[in-house]
């Protein structure tokens, strides 16, 4: 859980310092299950990201959230330390636009 903490604050941090917008979703009796742990827009562009451990996998519901997002014309990812680089680019990509 700290490994997936940890890196939730290294995205929060890094969005901040790139003037995104982002918003953490805390999951309680009265919220909707399986959110993203982060909903950002990026220029314009609706980006939900669910932060995991290097080990931590999605649940079926959290699956089934970011297919919807991506449904819905926005971005979807399942962000751990492993692929956070590359998630990255995508965004940096997107704030180039």
């Given at each position: 859980m700290a490994e997936e903490?940890?890196?939730?604050n290294r995205i929060k941090k890094w969005l901040t310092e790139k003037g995104?917008?982002?918003?953490?979703?805390f999951?309680?009796?009265?919220?909707?299950?399986g959110v993203a742990d982060l909903l950002c827009c990026i220029k314009g562009k609706f980006?939900?990201?669910e932060?995991?451990?290097?080990v931590g996998?999605?649940?079926?519901?959290?699956?089934?959230?970011l297919e919807k997002v991506?449904?819905?014309?926005g971005l979807a990812y399942c962000v751990s330390p492993k692929n956070w680089d590359e998630v990255k680019q995508d965004i940096e990509k997107i704030m180039e636009e």
């Open positions: 903490k940890n890196l939730e995104c917008y982002w918003v953490k979703y999951g309680c009796a009265y919220t909707r299950s980006v939900a990201l932060c995991k451990s290097s996998r999605l649940s079926e519901l959290q699956k089934h959230e991506q449904k819905s014309g």
